[in-house]
Each structure stands twice: as structure tokens, then as C-alpha cells.
């Protein structure tokens, strides 16, 4: 099995910048894309943004030129870079990970959420 564990989430004024991390453990050589889903309030899990172990990134149109998805290979480890963050931008924010090149329609680990709330 896989672990993962976010942090990073938190309250930010309306304009300000985020990092989340995701870091993970157990059979990480089974990995390969891993990323970032978010839920909304009254919405439904929605993809932010995926990269492969071989750097391949994808980030959704709703947040591109604002988030940055990055990975560390080395420490097994996600990052999402968040600027410019806004009201609507607040949710729950989800590291997801897949054996397979995307996160897109399958994820086999999730972490257990992490809370951003961007406050006006």
C-alpha cells in the first residue's frame, strides 16, 4: 500500500500564496503519477493538477497561470504552489496518486485532505 500524508493547508487573505506537500510512503515504487484534486463546497471532487515521474505536468484551465504542480522524486514528495488564491479557490484539497501516467479518471491512494480557506 501507499501513504500519503498532505500539509501545508490554511487560511490566507484573498491575493496571498499557498504550498501544499504531499509526501509519500510505503510502495512508492508502484507510483507514478501523483497530484492534487480539490472539493469545493457543494461541489464534487474536481482535478487540479497531475505530474508523472517523468516530469509530465498537467494543470486544470480553472487554475492555470495561478498554481504550479512540482514534484520531488528523491523525497517521493507533490508540491502545489497556489498565488493569487481567491474566495472560490477555498475547499478541501486532496494528494492523489495512481500506478498509472494520470489521475484523471482513476486514483488508486488518497491522502486525507488538507483545508484551504482564502478569506476576502
Known amino acids: 500500500q501507499v501513504q500519503l500524508v498532505e500539509s501545508g493547508g490554511g487560511l490566507v487573505q484573498a491575493g496571498g500564496s499557498l504550498r501544499l506537500s504531499c509526501a509519500a510512503s510505503?510502495?512508492?515504487?508502484?507510483?507514478?503519477?501523483m497530484g492534487w484534486y480539490r472539493q469545493l463546497p457543494g461541489n464534487q471532487r474536481e482535478l487540479v493538477g497531475s505530474?508523472?515521474?517523468?516530469?509530465?505536468?498537467n494543470v486544470a484551465d480553472s487554475v492555470k497561470g495561478r498554481f504550479t504542480i512540482s514534484r520531488d522524486n528523491a523525497k517521493n514528495t507533490v508540491f502545489l504552489e497556489m498565488n493569487n488564491l481567491k474566495p472560490e479557490d477555498t475547499g478541501v484539497y486532496y494528494c492523489?496518486?495512481?500506478?498509472?501516467?494520470?489521475?484523471?479518471?482513476?486514483?488508486?491512494?488518497w491522502g486525507q485532505g488538507t483545508q484551504v480557506t482564502v478569506s476576502l
Open positions: 510505503g510502495r512508492i515504487f508502484s507510483i507514478n503519477a
Open positions: 505530474v508523472t515521474n517523468g516530469g509530465k505536468t
Open positions: 492523489a496518486a495512481s500506478p498509472r501516467a494520470t489521475i484523471s479518471y482513476a486514483v488508486e491512494y
